[in-house]
């Protein structure tokens, strides 16, 4: 059984390298695999993975020239709607929600996604049609009318925290970061974050709807307009998960980690670190740190450099940086190195600590590598991820915008030296690659498949 499976990723790294890892699983069993890109995504797909690609082309999709060829997400309107709308600022997690409620702020990310759709809605249509698809997969809180009403089979693929897909009270609201055994807040938080990001997600879907002649959802739903009918499959060790609080319904399914490998034919397949900060050249007590903000948080250059003017001060380890898309504004010490955009997969394993902005990608990716983690997040389920992983015993969170130079490296030290939690981690990392979740996620696709096509006949 071969299968035509199309794939339709939101425009933003972590959503399209989620989707290249379950992409990957499917095309080992045999199945043809297809992506919707845009042209600046184009060739990444067929190139380095062997993806067939649909080119969408959104004449209005104007954003700034960076004039660097070295990041793959340059001209990418999303980051710079995130950018400038205050959501990397320092505001708590409960003041941010301001920045999703369309009535207050009509420049949002879910605009950007339905406007972006709404662009390209007819060339989507007819690729479809064309295509005949035996399975649409798509990782978008908005979502294609003519996928989401259409006639053909589709799974929502969620690369974020699960907290969102639980819906329950018996866990923190999503985006909160808030503790787990403590209730307070939670009620709060919660209404606030159903009448903004929520009312937000649904009243974009509408609009998009609307323009396009499909009928609109029942207002005040709740009801998320991404899940799928069919099938949901969602990225998150089962370390970490929420499954003891709470239960998701039988058309949903956990995979330890998306993780894409590194394709043969590419040059991450072949990467190597600097000569003096390879392992073999390292003092005993030097360790190498793994620096990674995302392609979002690494845009904000004030935030980069003060992290970086910390590590560079009073630590004798060593650290590989991702500088991001402004990598130009950036300047690393002696004790650093790093390039615009670094192959992850490869580097996690070369590594002994990660200090990231907690997005689901490199959360899962490096529990994968049995690495132990300093989260900084910035927004969105970032606040989530953090909480998680120091109440789980797999690191520590630190104030994003208030942390200090000794702050920083005292924690640093902490966990390098936390012999139990390395453990935890390695045991961990060991589980997750042995991890057959993923095999089962496709298995269930082919199952749901063989399911439709009986009830068609």
């Not at 991820?385 to 104030?399: F, L, T, V």
Request: glycine share 4%; hydrophobic share 35%; aromatic share 10%.
């Amino acid at each position: 059984m071969s299968l035509k499976i199309l794939f339709n990723p939101c425009d933003g790294l972590g959503h399209i390298n989620a989707c290249i890892g379950l992409a990957q699983a499917l095309q080992l069993r045999g199945h043809r695999i297809y992506f919707f890109t845009n042209k600046q995504m184009a060739g990444q797909y067929r190139d380095r993975y062997g993806f067939e690609e649909f080119i969408l082309h959104n004449n209005s999709n104007e954003s700034i020239d960076t004039n660097d060829d070295d990041h793959p997400i340059k001209n990418n309107k999303l980051m710079n709607v995130i950018i400038e709308s205050g959501l990397l600022s320092d505001m708590s997690p409960f003041e941010k929600l301001d920045l999703y409620d369309h009535n207050k702020n009509p420049n949002i990310f879910a605009r950007t996604m339905s406007e972006q759709i709404l662009n390209v809605h007819e060339q989507m249509l007819n690729i479809i049609d064309k295509l005949q698809p035996d399975l649409i997969i798509v990782d978008s809180m908005i979502v294609a009318p003519c996928i989401l009403y259409g006639s053909y089979c589709w799974a929502f693929s969620w690369s974020a925290n699960p907290i969102l897909l639980y819906r329950s009270d018996h866990i923190p609201p999503m985006m909160s970061g808030y503790p787990s055994d403590n209730q307070n807040g939670w009620s709060e938080f919660r209404k606030k974050f159903n009448k903004t990001f929520i009312s937000s997600i649904c009243y974009y879907q509408n609009w998009l709807n609307e323009q396009l002649g499909y009928d609109k959802m029942i207002e005040n739903s709740n009801d998320l307009p991404f899940i799928s009918p069919y099938l949901n499959i969602y990225g998150y060790p089962k370390e970490l998960d929420y499954n003891k609080m709470a239960n998701l319904p039988d058309h949903f399914i956990r995979i330890d980690a998306f993780c894409r490998q590194s394709s043969s034919s590419s040059s991450d397949s072949s990467f190597e670190l600097p000569e003096k900060f390879q392992r073999k050249n390292l003092k005993s007590n030097v360790r190498l740190i793994y620096v990674s903000m995302g392609s979002f948080g690494s845009a904000n250059v004030v935030l980069m450099k003060r992290l970086i003017d910390a590590l560079a001060a009073n630590s004798l380890h060593k650290f590989i940086i991702s500088t991001g898309l402004y990598h130009q504004q950036i300047r690393l010490a002696e004790n650093q190195w790093g390039q615009p955009y670094l192959p992850q997969t490869q580097i996690l394993p070369l590594i002994d600590l990660v200090i990231t902005h907690g997005g689901n990608n490199t959360v899962t990716e490096t529990l994968m590598a049995g690495k132990p983690m300093i989260i900084m997040p910035l927004y969105t389920d970032q606040y989530d991820n953090a909480q998680r992983i120091q109440e789980c015993g797999y690191g520590q969170r630190i104030d994003t915008h208030r942390f200090t130079s000794s702050e920083m490296n005292t924690m640093i030290d902490q966990i390098l030296n936390d012999i139990e939690m390395l453990k935890r981690c390695e045991q961990t990392g060991i589980r997750i690659r042995q991890s057959e979740t993923k095999l089962e996620a496709c298995k269930r696709i082919e199952k749901l498949f063989l399911k439709e096509t009986k009830e068609k006949d």
